[in-house]
């Protein structure tokens, strides 16, 4: 399906191939989990991760697909005639649980995501939710990565409608994390994508 990932000349991606395609970097994602099987998937690059709802080792099957979606942007298996392609797709990937089957998680659940990856070798962490307010928790925990040389990525948001635009969410909006709002595939923002002076990046 490479031909109808639109995304991917937006963001010079084949050239940037030529330089990188993730070998050596771990990428922990904070979501819904990672489910290690599927027509494609992620080869043995997917790691043992946690459960940071029960605070549990590798229990991190995915019963809503938002964090298996995300994985498989980042680092989908690649070259393989299945599927589609992932933007680093030699780069390993580290599933932490910290939402639920419908979408939503705890502040302490995301809190302790963040430091049991930073302390289990993540060079980056991505985080593909959101929330209005801040909490000193996730603030703690950001810092704490950050302090520790990750990379943090996370999702501004998509709350924004033909009417009104909405701030940069949370933890989008903190220090130390790089922001990201949304574009279409004409290069102009997309009408759901949160905005604000919080924002680093734009992607499509």
Same mark, same amino acid.
């Given at each position: 399906?490479?031909?109808?990932?639109? %995304?991917?000349?937006? #963001?010079?991606?084949?050239?940037?191939?030529?330089?990188?395609?993730?070998?050596?970097?771990?990428?922990?994602? !904070?979501?819904?989990?990672? /489910?290690?099987?599927?027509?494609?998937?992620?080869?043995?690059r997917l790691l043992d991760g946690y459960n940071a709802l029960l605070n549990l080792p590798?229990?991190?099957?995915?019963?809503?697909? %938002?964090?298996? %979606?995300?994985?498989?942007?980042? *680092?989908?298996?690649? /070259?393989?005639? #299945?599927?589609?392609?992932?933007?680093?797709?030699?780069?390993? !990937?580290?599933?932490?649980?910290? +939402?639920?089957?419908?979408?939503?998680?705890?502040?302490?659940?995301?809190?302790?995501?963040?430091?049991?990856?930073?302390? %289990?070798?993540?060079?980056?962490?991505?985080?593909?939710?959101?929330?209005?307010?801040?909490?000193?928790?996730?603030?703690?925990?950001?810092?704490?990565?950050?302090a520790r040389g990750v990379t943090l990525v996370a999702a501004a948001g998509n709350d924004?409608?033909?009417?009104? !635009?909405?701030?940069?969410?949370?933890?989008?909006?903190?220090?130390?994390? #790089?922001?990201?709002?949304?574009?279409?595939?004409? *290069?102009?923002?997309?009408?759901?994508?949160?905005?604000?002076?919080?924002?680093? +990046?734009?992607?499509?």
């Amino acid at each position: 399906e490479y031909a109808r990932q639109w %995304h991917f000349p937006m #963001i010079n991606l084949e050239n940037a191939w030529d330089y990188s395609t993730g070998d050596g970097v771990t990428v922990a994602v !904070l979501d819904s989990g990672i /489910n290690p099987r599927g027509r494609d998937g992620f080869g043995d690059r997917l790691l043992d991760g946690y459960n940071a709802l029960l605070n549990l080792p590798c229990r991190w099957q995915d019963l809503n697909y %938002h964090g298996t %979606h995300v994985a498989g942007t980042i *680092g989908q298996e690649t /070259n393989n005639l #299945i599927g589609t392609a992932g933007v680093a797709f030699s780069a390993r !990937l580290l599933p932490v649980k910290v +939402l639920g089957r419908i979408g939503y998680g705890t502040r302490a659940a995301v809190a302790s995501g963040i430091v049991w990856a930073a302390d %289990h070798h993540a060079d980056i962490i991505n985080m593909s939710f959101g929330e209005s307010d801040p909490s000193e928790a996730i603030r703690d925990a950001v810092d704490y990565a950050a302090a520790r040389g990750v990379t943090l990525v996370a999702a501004a948001g998509n709350d924004s409608d033909g009417e009104s !635009l909405a701030p940069a969410r949370y933890p989008a909006a903190f220090d130390h994390v #790089i922001a990201v709002g949304a574009v279409d595939c004409n *290069g102009d923002r997309s009408f759901y994508s949160n905005t604000g002076p919080e924002i680093d +990046l734009a992607a499509p």
